[in-house]
């Protein structure tokens, strides 16, 4: 018997490393505002513990414990938040998870490899099980990010790829497209 698919109740942010004062970097308090307007819909945004490193072990725990993504979540992560959160979808049930900027690997940095995100295969299959959507926005001309890791995100998960030429890291104030994305599924869940 296949589980009943509930509709998103709430959307989570998770920023990429080194955001200390969330709701002020890039698009995340843009964002945050506009979906926490929505009627019958949460936005959470909190700062991250181990801001810097943002490691797995720690940031994790803090999504399932203190932001508590479950199966009505739908989770935002840009760059090392994308990494997280295709972790936790590996092994935890979500509604969808939009990936922006995301990456496969530490790119030969040593606090990227610190995070413990890029120490083994990414199992695409398990996060596809797990989550009811995947929307990955990218851009080509990221200066942090190869295109080609952005594409073995896309191509690995199937995701609903926005492939962008002029968005950089998507470090935009803001960031309208992904109000749009979570708004279709609201209505599609609706």
Known sequence: MSQVQLPPMKAVIVPGNGASNVEK???????WKRLGQ??????LLRNMPDPVTARENIWLPFMESELHCDGQTILIGHSSGAAAAMRYAETH???AIILVSAY?????DENERDSGYFNRPWQW??????CHCIVQFGST????????????????LK???HKYTN???????EFSELISVVQGMLNGAA
């Open 38 to 43: 929505i009627p019958g819909f949460q936005c």
């Open 167 to 173: 968005r950089g890291h998507f470090q935009n104030t």
């Open 25 to 31: 970097c890039n698009w995340y308090g843009w964002a």
């Open 93 to 95: 049930q979500l509604y």
């Open 125 to 130: 299959e398990k996060i596809k099980a797990n």
């Open 104 to 108: 496969t690997s530490d790119l030969g």
């Open 159 to 161: 995701a609903e790829l």
């Open 141 to 156: 001309d990221n200066p942090f990010l190869p295109w080609s890791e952005q594409q073995e995100v896309a191509d690995g």
